[in-house]
């Protein structure tokens, strides 16, 4: 019998002021109360209690024990009523993480009316063009673009995204709209050093995967820079649909190539597997299904048709 135990036994023995009521109470034998005070005793190398055939006291040292015994279980008590509370109710510190630009036009926009919902949770948003490391960074879900691999992590599919070839419709009005993927090897390319997508550009034919590596005459450290530079007619971009949305609804950008395009990458809400969720980590991904799971701009197929 551990520590814990034997405070509550000796707890009980002192409040039932009795052996065999601290049994009853416990629902352990009466023997089995006899010895674990015997123990104490002897391991403390004091009498805490004061025995006759008639009655039971506790000794000075005794009254001491108890106290020290009724505030270390109520700690305890309290600690677990607070850890169970975090599974009830959602509380406490939330990290998430996803991509900067996705971060900035789908993420952050959606965290006010969480934390006006929950009121008990603080929130952090790491925000950074990298995968991250759940366990070890001590994030709580993630938002991730692309096949979840981990068997150690949950991950529900909110949306899709297409990668994208875009450039605006005066640069193709000049330089004329590739038919084919080849022919991209003569056109201005301006992309991101943050983009997964900088290198070999991988495209689909009639089921077969063609792969070329373009050599972008311009390179710059942020997607949406290389977004405004296609924007403004100077080349072609490869990016992800949803990062030119906006600018594909207004007219300022157009698709092409689209019967090349892979195949959608999936977008994903992602958490620990475990047995027990907390609260905070259960809503605020029930709450990112909802929202997210219901934008058509990351619905695959609906930002070629705008």
């Known amino acids: 019998m551990d520590r814990f ?3 509550q036994v000796f707890t009980a023995v002192a409040e039932e002021e009795g052996f065999a009521a601290a049994a009853r109470r416990l629902n352990i ?10 123990a104490m005793e002897e391991r403390i190398g004091t009498q805490l209690l004061s025995r006759t055939t008639r009655s ?10 108890l106290e020290d015994c009724r505030r270390i279980l109520g700690e305890v008590g309290e600690a677990e009523e607070a850890a169970a509370g975090s599974y009830s109710l959602p509380c406490g510190h939330l990290t998430v993480t996803a991509s900067v630009l996705f971060g900035e036009l789908y993420i952050a926009p959606l965290l006010a009316e969480y934390l006006d919902r929950y009121p008990s949770v603080h929130l952090s948003a790491l925000l950074v063009d990298r995968v991250t490391s759940i366990a070890d960074e001590g994030i709580d879900v993630a938002i991730r673009i692309g096949h979840v691999q981990e068997a150690t992590l949950h991950a529900i599919k909110v949306g899709e995204v297409r990668q994208v070839i875009c450039g605006a419709p005066n640069y193709f009005d000049r330089y004329g709209r590739p038919g084919h993927p080849g022919e991209l090897s003569t056109a201005n390319i301006v992309m991101s050093s943050a983009s997964h997508l900088l290198s070999d550009w991988q495209f689909v034919n009639e089921g077969n995967n063609l792969s070329f590596r373009f050599d972008p005459r311009l390179v710059v450290t942020a997607n949406q820079a ?18 030119v949305a906006s600018q594909v609804a207004a007219g300022a950008l157009e698709i092409v190539l689209q019967d090349y395009e ?3 990458l999936p977008i994903q809400v992602v958490y620990q597997k475990s047995n027990r969720v907390p609260a905070k980590i259960r809503t605020f991904v029930e709450f990112l299904t909802e929202r997210l799971g219901g934008d058509i701009a990351l619905q695959s197929g609906i930002e070629g048709e705008m």
């Open 29 to 38: 034998s009466p023997p089995s109360v006899t010895r674990v005070i015997a």
């Open 226 to 243: 290389a977004i405004n530079i296609a924007s403004q007619g100077w080349g072609v971009t490869r990016v992800l649909s949803y990062q």
């Open 262 to 264: 892979p195949p959608a």
């Open 5 to 7: 135990q034997e405070m």
């Open 56 to 65: 039971l006291h506790l000794t000075e040292a005794g009254q001491r024990y």
